[in-house]
């Protein structure tokens, strides 16, 4: 099992950035997928972005272009860069780590951050 704590989360106008951290309480290159996922009002939780042990990354279509995830790996920290945010980007975000496959079901979750953009 994986601890996590993310951080970061706020409110920002369209337009804006934001960074979330996620601090994982083992050495990330043993985990063999991290990524970040969220769940908006009503809705079901996401992909937003996921990274391999590898460094493989993958985006949901609605952030390719203006969100980045990446990771310093001497921190065991992955974080998400959000830019060119949009109201429809406003959710909770959540971190997840899959220590062994791809499937964030069988995962560890943190407790969320709450993004909010405004128009």
Same mark, same amino acid.
Request: hydrophobic share 35%.
């Given at each position: 099992?994986? $601890?996590? =704590?993310?951080?970061?989360?706020?409110?920002? $106008?369209?337009?804006?950035?934001?960074?979330?951290?996620?601090?994982?309480? %083992?050495?990330?290159?043993?985990?063999?997928?991290?990524?970040?996922?969220?769940?908006? /009002?009503?809705?079901?939780?996401?992909?937003?972005? *996921?990274? +391999?042990?590898? #460094?493989? *990354?993958?985006?949901?279509?609605? =952030?390719?272009?203006?969100?980045?995830?990446?990771?310093?790996?001497? %921190?065991? +920290?992955?974080?998400?860069?959000? @830019?060119?945010? %949009? /109201?429809?980007?406003? !959710?909770?975000?959540?971190?997840? !780590? =899959? =220590?062994? #496959?791809? @499937?964030?079901?069988?995962?560890?979750?943190?407790?969320? +951050? $709450?993004?909010?953009?405004?128009?």
């Amino acid at each position: 099992q994986v $601890q996590l =704590v993310e951080s970061g989360g706020g409110l920002v $106008q369209a337009g804006g950035s934001l960074r979330l951290s996620c601090a994982a309480s %083992k050495n990330i290159l043993s985990i063999n997928s991290m990524g970040w996922y969220r769940q908006g /009002p009503g809705n079901q939780r996401d992909l937003v972005a *996921t990274i +391999t042990r590898g #460094g493989t *990354t993958n985006y949901a279509d609605s =952030v390719n272009g203006r969100f980045n995830i990446s990771r310093d790996i001497a %921190k065991n +920290t992955v974080y998400l860069q959000m @830019n060119s945010l %949009k /109201p429809e980007d406003t !959710a909770v975000y959540y971190c997840n !780590a =899959v =220590v062994y #496959g791809l @499937n964030p079901n069988f995962g560890s979750w943190g407790q969320g +951050t $709450q993004v909010t953009v405004s128009s």
